[in-house]
């Protein structure tokens, strides 16, 4: 009578755990339908604050490549404003470095370029391209480069950080930028460069962080930021909520994102990887085969978050060198991330003052938490992805 007993009551325990379960999986159905995505317009957010949810930027937090980045890792830790990743304070509250970095054949590898929060390529005289890397993190880096001659547009660039201009030298037309007031740049200071014997002049110039820093100290330039660029550059979603852009009918896919056309050297393109949920570069120089963009210092490949390409007036000023007109309003380019890409139309009004892009509405785009690869092209240029 007792077995009796004992299986009647197990039998009613196992239809009830069986409901159970079928009850939950109904509501984890509900609930994903109701995530739809929207097209409201999203509002600035502090990199100190909450960032946008998936009502404002079309994000899941169910997304498969997310992360929980909803605490700091460590106590006191707060949000960068370059990438928006958690960082300790007294790094948030240092100027960042914007270095020259050339990218013909002959200047590979570079250094440490994969250390860079925002990474900027852009044309410059004989098809070549250039790079500033925008550095937050710099102070103990031990070698930055190699270190190039710097470009006017560049040096507009670097402004909207409030950085450090490093560079070795550049045309006479560059001190268009460096005579303004409150611009601050190092040009071969030697106690913050060094020349290698590995690699031939000019391509052996590289910086130290410590190097930097000290002169920066000497000449009483301030490491803290002073006021004079926008705190909030950038807008951003948090990784744990990403902007997957599923809120534009208009996205397309973009697996690839290739700018053969563009620069017709280097020949550089990216790849879409799912599983990190970043684009990787690629590059096909002059006289080699493509390959991944490896980083000398430690062997890493390029990769980005985000990649913003950015369509500019660029003028032959003779002999091969360019001008481009970085303050406009009447420009667009395109914005990927997560696999995927949108049109959008960008805006810089003064020196200090950040560019901004904007989606089809009218609203200014969310990024996503982490690094950001911007890719100025000639205005009618044309680049594909898929």
């Not at 601050?184 to 590995?198: G, I, N, V, Y």
């Not at 949920?277 to 690629?282: Q, S």
């Amino acid at each position: 009578m007792k077995r009796i007993k004992f299986l009647l009551l197990t039998a009613i325990c196992v239809i009830f755990l069986a409901a159970c379960g079928k009850e939950n999986e109904e509501t984890k159905g509900s609930m994903a339908e109701d995530l739809v995505p929207s097209t409201a317009a999203t509002e600035p957010s502090s990199a100190d604050e909450s960032t946008p949810g998936s009502e404002d930027t079309g994000s899941s937090s169910e997304n498969a490549g997310s992360v929980d980045d909803s605490t700091p890792p460590q106590e006191g830790m707060v949000r960068s404003r370059l990438t928006n990743e958690w960082v300790d304070p007294e790094v948030a509250n240092t100027r960042p470095i914007a270095v020259m970095t050339p990218n013909e054949s002959s200047a590979i590898p570079q250094y440490n370029l994969s250390q860079a929060s925002i990474l900027y390529e852009a044309p410059v005289e004989g098809g070549m391209t250039r790079m500033l890397a925008v550095y937050e993190d710099w102070e103990k880096l031990d070698k930055i480069g190699n270190v190039r001659s710097l470009r006017t547009y560049f040096g507009y660039l670097a402004l909207e950080w409030d950085a450090f201009i490093v560079h070795v030298g550049g045309p006479y037309y560059v001190d268009e930028v460096l005579n303004k007031t409150d611009v601050q740049d190092l040009d071969e200071d030697h106690t913050a460069f060094f020349r290698s014997s590995d690699r031939k002049a000019p391509h052996n110039c590289y910086a130290t962080g410590s190097g930097i820093k000290q002169v920066v100290e000497s000449r009483k330039l301030g490491l803290a930021y002073r006021g004079l660029a926008d705190e909030h550059h950038y807008q951003f979603a948090s990784a744990s909520e990403p902007n997957t852009l599923d809120q534009y009918s208009s996205a397309v896919s973009a697996g690839k994102i290739d700018l053969s056309n563009c620069y017709k050297l280097t020949r550089c393109y990216f790849e879409y990887n799912e599983e990190d949920g970043l684009y990787y570069r690629y590059q096909h120089l002059s006289g080699s085969s493509d390959g991944p963009h490896i980083d000398g210092a430690n062997g890493e490949q390029l990769s980005f978050k985000n990649v913003i390409v950015q369509n500019m007036y660029f003028e032959d000023l003779g002999d091969g060198y360019l001008a481009a007109q970085n303050h406009d309003t009447t420009r667009d380019g395109w914005f990927f991330t997560e696999g995927k890409g949108i049109h959008v139309t960008w805006k810089k009004t003064t020196d200090f003052g950040a560019t901004r892009y904007y989606d089809d509405n009218g609203n200014e785009i969310t990024l996503n938490t982490g690094k950001t690869m911007v890719l100025l092209i000639k205005d009618g240029s044309s680049f594909s992805y898929e």
